[in-house]
């Protein structure tokens, strides 16, 4: 099974409410990732966890705050966000590290009203 | 850091024409996949190739990662073939992808 899950498929949020996003994959990967995805561009990397530490941080404003509560899960809190944070938040994850290969989730497609 | 570069951005293509899509790198990397990116959003892996040739049915690849190239090869299209293909590379855990080849197939 080569499968990364994703909720919710898609989130409409105001800039003064809270959501988090969720990441579960049951593949034994130990490193996961966040990317950020705005229309017709490629995707950016955001946040690396490895081994359930925080190992890149991509200068991401601190309206995105990553956690890793277990192997297995990935969430991405959200507050206060801007019109122009509404993307593609796509979650990955791969074996050991990045020399391995990524398998991505489906995505959350984020509108930030 | 490392630069990806991808040609071409853009192809129009007949149903049944071959193509080649070419990925060109800036410095030694650790790891690189190929992408299919649906119209939904999802990323679908094609190749994990950080060197040397794979083969999966109508699409091969081939990494010259000396060279710091690689080249993905779709034979006989079709039009679920459309979509943006995606190189990506990594290097110190860091991974850059490339701004994609836009491939639409006509029928």
């Known amino acids: 099974d080569t499968e990364v899950t994703q909720t919710p498929k898609h989130l409409v949020m105001g800039m003064t409410n809270k959501k988090s996003l969720k990441c579960e994959q049951h593949?034994?990967?130990?490193?996961m990732y966040w990317y950020k995805q705005k229309a017709k561009k490629p995707p950016e990397l955001m946040f690396v966890?490895?081994?359930?530490?925080?190992?890149i941080n991509e200068s991401v404003p601190s309206r995105f705050s990553p956690e890793c509560p277990n192997s297995s899960l990935l969430n991405l809190h959200l507050h206060a966000l801007q019109p122009e944070d509404s993307a593609l938040y796509l979650c990955?994850?791969?074996?050991?590290?990045?020399?391995?290969?990524?398998?991505f989730g489906p995505g959350t497609r984020l509108t930030v009203t | 850091g490392i630069q990806v570069e991808q040609s071409p951005p853009d192809l129009i293509l007949q149903e049944g024409a071959n193509s080649t899509l070419r990925c060109n790198f800036s410095?030694?990397?650790?790891?690189l996949q190929w992408f299919h990116q649906n119209p939904w959003g999802q990323l679908i892996n094609l190749f994990y190739?950080?060197?040397g040739t794979k083969q999966n049915g109508r699409l091969s690849a081939t990494t010259v990662a000396t060279e710091r190239y690689s080249l993905l090869y779709i034979s006989s299209s079709q039009t679920t073939d459309s979509g943006v293909y995606f190189c990506?590379?990594?290097?110190?855990?860091?991974?850059?992808f490339g701004k994609g080849t836009r491939l639409h197939i006509l029928p």
């Open positions: 990955a994850s791969s074996l050991r590290d990045s020399t391995y290969e990524q398998y």
């Open positions: 593949m034994g990967h130990r490193a």
């Open positions: 966890y490895s081994y359930e530490k925080l190992s």
């Open positions: 410095d030694s990397v650790n790891n």
């Open positions: 190739i950080p060197s």
């Open positions: 990506a590379v990594a290097r110190d855990d860091k991974i850059i």
